[in-house]
């Protein structure tokens, strides 16, 4: 769980788990206030940059740090609120830009499945096929499941590149 009382406790715990956040501590500890009223409010830290339902279970991958953290971090060098980024971006090397919201996509994306599978494939061909590749850190061997393997592995801090696709 996050600490999100201030800047400096939430920076060392970020960087502990391998994460940079954004050097902006007046923009960080805004959000963090942020993130401290939705706490207050909902009973769980649901990102400020996005409107929660108030359910947890239906806001389960807004919950800090969201779902779309690691996939917005590799695409766009950081995620969607920009309390997480890149080193590339703390360095200068790479700029920001405007970040979709990829639960909107994911979304639309999911309902477009559901539709077209619950029409075309029984549910043993759907159990049976996974619907993200599984990625392997080949220093500490930890597993996850999505698009692309983290920009650093959470477990041992190996970069990116020391990760293999294995399903």
């Known amino acids: 769980m996050s600490d ?11 960087e502990d788990g391998g994460y940079y956040i954004n050097d902006d501590t007046e923009f960080v ?15 769980y ?17 807004i919950i800090c740090p969201c779902d779309y953290r690691d996939p917005d971090l590799v695409d766009k060098g950081a995620c969607f609120c920009a309390l997480y980024v890149t080193e590339d971006v703390l360095k200068g090397k790479q700029q920001l830009t405007s970040i979709p919201d990829r639960r909107v996509r994911e979304k639309a994306k999911k309902d477009a ?13 759907i159990l049976g096929k996974l ?13 996850c499941g999505r698009e692309k393997p983290p920009l650093n592995c959470p477990i041992c ?7 293999e696709q294995i399903l």
């Open 4 to 14: 999100f009382s201030s800047y400096d406790k939430f920076k060392k715990e970020a």
């Open 29 to 43: 500890q805004s959000l963090l206030d942020s993130i401290n009223v939705n706490i207050d409010r909902y009973g």
């Open 45 to 61: 830290a649901s990102c400020p940059c996005r409107l929660a339902s108030g359910e947890r279970e239906k806001d389960l991958d």
């Open 113 to 125: 499945e559901n539709e077209s599978s619950s029409e075309n494939k029984s549910s043993t061909e």
């Open 131 to 143: 619907k993200v590749p599984i990625w392997r850190c080949k220093v500490c061997g930890y597993l």
């Open 157 to 163: 801090k190996a970069s990116q590149d020391r990760f």
